[in-house]
């Protein structure tokens, strides 16, 4: 099995891309391109590009393709998405509250999916709103750190997954390139050295807000 080079997985992102709005693209591509040239550069007011109509909503498109259940709050993305009205409501709401900082991040719905062995997969829901903000930080913060990813980084990419690691790790052992198994799920760059604070409001509320059976 071909495991995707870097630049590779940055291609097979193309046509997630080619569907955010022209400003949003052009956006990450900025923020990518000041990553690579400047290895130590630190990112400020990241948290007020979290908070721009077009990243939320192209935040709320990426969560309402991908279905999902609703959350402890038990609001669907069908009831979020039944009008223009509804959505633009749901989307304004979002944006206020993070703008004014009063966004917190509620509980996460706890679900128990059986396994092939008999046991149970502990799996956590967030509502529809804190998937929309989740979503809109990772569209932010997403072209900064895969500027920093090296070829043997997998984990949390786009374009790559723990099978693509796993692979990689067979065939370096049927090469006898043993050092080569050390794969990094993070780049070497860190959150704090390339970013400052102010947008972990958000991440620190997600850790915080805690799981409901």
Excluded at 47 to 68: E, K, Q, T
Excluded at 84 to 113: D, N, W
Excluded at 184 to 207: L, Q
Aim: positive net charge.
């Amino acid at each position: 099995m071909k495991i995707p080079t870097t630049e590779e997985a940055v291609e097979e992102t193309s046509f997630r891309e080619a569907i955010l709005p022209p400003s949003l693209r052009e956006l990450r591509q900025k923020l990518g391109r000041k990553a690579k040239q400047e290895k130590r550069f630190r990112f400020y007011s990241l948290y007020g590009l979290v908070c721009r109509g077009d990243v939320l909503g192209a935040a709320w498109a990426a969560v309402r393709r991908n279905h999902g259940a609703p959350g402890v709050d038990q609001v669907s993305i069908d009831q979020v998405g039944a009008t223009p009205e509804s959505e633009a409501a749901f989307l304004g709401e979002i944006e206020s509250s993070l703008k004014e900082k009063t966004y917190r991040a509620q509980a996460v719905r706890r679900v128990y999916l059986p396994k092939a062995n008999g046991k149970l997969r502990p799996l956590g829901i967030p509502t529809v709103r804190d998937r929309v903000v989740q979503a809109a930080v990772l569209l932010i913060l997403e072209p900064i750190f895969e500027a920093d990813f090296e070829d043997c980084s997998y984990g949390f990419r786009p374009g790559r997954s723990a099978h693509d690691a796993l692979s990689a790790i067979h065939q370096h052992l049927k090469e006898g390139r043993a050092g080569g198994c050390m794969m990094r799920t993070w780049p070497a760059t860190s959150t704090a050295s390339r970013t400052t604070s102010s947008w972990r409001v958000c991440g620190c509320g997600w850790w915080m807000a805690g799981c409901w059976d």
